[in-house]
Nanobody, 124 residues
Framework: QVQLVESGGGLVQPGGSLQLSCAAS????????VGWYRHNPGQQRELVAA???????TYPDSVKGRFTISKNYAQNTVYLQMNSLKPEDSAVYYC??????????????????WGQGTLVRVSS
């Protein structure tokens, strides 16, 4: 089973930027869609960015224009560039892969195993 490790979180002021990284133990990003999610206690896990093997991306309105997902195949790594951060972006961020190359199986209900995540806190 592919292992995913998230990193890059931290404390940032409102309006600031962070880049998160998701490193995979295998070349899964070439065949499976990848998503970045965030989660706060008491709330549902939210998909904030996704990318298919062909490079198609999708974002919810809450982050569109501020977040950018990208991949580095050679390094088996997916990035989430987060700009113009707001306090409401604070959460633990996770990456995960779907069953195939579509966005469909990136819905949280289809994903059972999650990594440790990386904490993002936006505060002055």
């Amino acid at each position: 089973q592919v292992q995913l490790v998230e990193s890059g979180g931290g404390l940032v002021q409102p309006g600031g930027s962070l880049q998160l990284s998701c490193a995979a133990s295998g070349r899964v990003f070439a065949t499976n869609a990848v998503g970045w999610y965030r989660h706060n206690p008491g709330q549902q896990r939210e998909l904030v960015a996704a990318i298919t093997p062909l490079g198609h991306t999708t974002y919810p309105d809450s982050v569109k224009g501020r977040f950018t997902i990208s991949k580095n195949y050679a390094q088996n790594t997916v990035y989430l560039q987060m700009n113009s951060l707001k306090p409401e972006d604070s959460a633990v961020y996770y990456c995960n892969v779907g069953r195939d190359g579509s966005f469909y199986y990136l819905q949280p209900e289809y994903l059972e195993i999650w990594g440790q995540g990386t904490l993002v806190r936006v505060s002055s």
